[in-house]
Every structure is written in structure tokens, then in C-alpha cells.
């Protein structure tokens, strides 16, 4: 923006580019439209905490210290999003409509235009996901939407001050419209739990890739360890007699169950084949509806090796 007018938020670009550095970006990497996103580093010195025989703190013998780029980025991803995403997340290829989890992580740059500048970050990995959504109405029907917000790590970022600052392709490509793009809503949901469709007013799935950042001679990250993988999903039902027993039960003995959405000739599923339930005694809040709150570890069984399967029917 011209003058003393800063950068605005709403003319922000972002493109996706997959695999690992060099990046080229250009008119067939991925747009994206986003809510926001919080990718930065934070540079620091050190070198103050030694005695010089006074208190004031000289300005010599300061140095920079090591910084990981990291952030997070929400998007209301439609179907082929999800089929770029999903395997950032969970590591496994879509192997016709399943993406399962893999031991590694796959690599992806991204380019962001900030209006007053363009920041590239390189070699990002995907170290937390977040699904989440609620019943309607609400104000503005945003919350509706399901939302899917990404930790995002990434071993260098490079701005518009760094050495060789990077710039926004020439040809860039357009953000796409249609149905393969629109995101889901909550009200194309149904939640199952052991074989039974329960009804619910709100959820939240989280996917934590534990991922341990190391400094190998490096001021910056030279790989990330993905140390492990956690799957949680938490949901708030009614008060049920069938709800309860569900409740109770999964935490006792555990059962498989879905999480699906459902719009036209799309869908996504993420299936479960062992949900155990930190069980908490419904209370009563006040005259209302008295919820029901279930908090699952989803968990992986023998029979299949996974604790977290999606399907994702992206086509027409």
C-alpha cells in the first residue's frame, strides 16, 4: 500500500507447492484462500548474561541465536484440497479414496504475499491438525463450517530484508470455485459409534504428528523428527440413555466408529477402528439441555494398523 498506510491483511496471497526445496513457484503451484495465518520466526541475540563489572548491558559480544520457523494456517478446505492435505498430514498417498498414515512426513513450500512483502518458507512439514465444527445457527453461519487449522513447520524462511528476497510468480495461478471446492458444513455430518448414527452438536478432531525440531550445526532446522502420532476426537452429544451407554462403554472396552460429511457426489470420512472414552458423569448446567461430552483416543488395532483412516471422494 502507497504512503503511511500499512499492509492489509485482506490482499494476502498464498501458493503451495509440493515436494522439497528448491521451490518453484509459479502458475501450477497451489492457491489457497485462507481465514489467517501466523507462519513467522522469531530472531533473537544472546551473549547478555556475563559480567562486565557494571549493569549496563554492552552492546559487543552479541550474537544470533538458532529459530524455527513455525505457524499456523486455517483453512475451509473443499475436496481437492483435502486431497492435497490429507497426505501432508497423515503421510500415506491416496490409494484410490484412502489416505492411511505413513512413518514420514512428505515436504512442501509455501510462498505468502503480506501486501508489503513476500515471504517464502521451505521444506515445511505439517506437525498438528485440527478439525473442528458446531451446530448452527450462528452468527454469520462461519462456525458451521468445517474448519481444518495446520501447525505448520518449516526449516528457513526467507522475506523481503533476507539475502536474495523472494518474489510472487509473474503468472500466478487463480483460486478455483465449484463444488470440488466448497467446504462441508456441519449439518452434512453424521457421527457413528458402534454401528449406530448418535446425533451431536459439535466436535473436534486433532491429529499431533509430535514432531521435534533439530538444530544439526545450524541456526535453523535440519529435520524434523515426527516422534509419534496422536489422535483424538472429542464431541458434545445430548444426553442420551443410547448416548450414555456409549460413553460408558468406550471407556470399558472401546469400539470402532465414523466421522463423516456428505455434500452432492463428495464426501470425507475419517474412520476409527478403536475409540476409548475418558468418560466424565453428565452434569446439569441449569434449566437447558444437559450436554454430554465424550473425549476419545482413537486408537490403532492389529487388524488394521492405523488408529485414523480418511476416505475422500473428491469426484464428480
Avoid at 91 to 114: C, Q, Y
Avoid at 160 to 187: M, N
Avoid at 193 to 203: I, K
Wanted: glycine share 10%; with cysteine.
Amino acid at each position: 500500500m502507497p504512503g503511511t498506510c500499512g499492509a492489509i491483511g485482506s490482499l494476502t496471497k498464498l501458493l503451495v507447492e509440493p515436494g522439497a526445496s528448491v521451490h518453484v513457484f509459479d502458475a501450477n503451484s497451489e492457491p489457497y484462500a485462507f481465514v489467517y495465518e501466523s507462519m513467522q520466526t522469531r530472531r533473537v541475540t544472546a551473549g547478555g548474561r556475563v559480567i562486565w563489572g557494571t549493569r549496563a548491558e554492552p552492546s559487543s559480544r552479541r550474537v544470533k541465536t538458532s529459530y524455527v520457523p513455525v505457524g499456523r494456517l486455517h483453512l475451509q478446505p473443499g475436496p481437492l484440497a483435502l486431497d492435497n492435505w490429507l497426505p501432508r498430514i497423515l503421510g500415506g498417498s491416496k490409494v484410490g479414496n484412502n489416505i492411511d498414515p505413513a512413518e514420514t512426513l512428505p515436504s512442501f513450500g509455501m510462498l505468502v504475499h503480506r501486501d508489503n512483502g513476500v515471504f517464502r518458507y521451505d521444506d515445511c512439514v505439517v506437525g498438528q491438525a485440527i478439525f473442528r465444527g458446531q451446530s448452527g445457527p450462528s452468527e454469520g453461519g462461519e462456525a458451521e463450517v468445517i474448519d481444518m487449522v495446520l501447525l505448520i513447520y518449516a526449516k528457513t524462511e526467507v522475506g523481503p530484508d533476507d539475502a536474495s528476497p523472494p518474489t510472487w510468480p509473474g503468472t500466478a495461478p487463480a483460486l478455483q470455485e465449484g463444488g470440488q471446492h466448497d467446504p462441508y458444513v456441519f449439518g452434512q455430518g453424521v457421527l457413528t459409534l458402534d454401528g449406530n448414527s448418535r446425533p451431536f452438536d459439535e466436535f473436534a478432531l486433532s491429529i499431533d504428528n509430535r514432531i521435534a525440531p533439530r538444530m544439526r550445526n545450524s541456526l535453523t532446522p535440519t529435520c524434523f523428527l515426527p516422534l509419534g502420532r496422536t489422535v483424538r476426537l472429542q464431541v458434545k452429544n445430548p444426553f442420551l440413555t443410547t448416548t450414555h451407554t456409549n460413553a460408558f462403554n468406550s471407556w470399558s472396552t472401546g469400539f470402532a466408529g465414523s466421522l463423516a460429511f456428505t455434500a452432492g457426489p463428495y464426501s470425507l470420512t475419517a474412520t476409527f477402528p478403536h475409540l476409548r472414552n475418558s468418560y466424565e458423569t453428565p452434569t446439569v448446567p441449569g434449566k437447558t439441555e444437559i450436554p454430554l461430552a465424550m473425549s476419545f483416543d482413537c486408537l490403532a488395532t492389529q487388524a488394521t494398523g492405523y488408529e485414523i483412516r480418511f476416505v475422500n471422494d473428491s469426484t464428480t
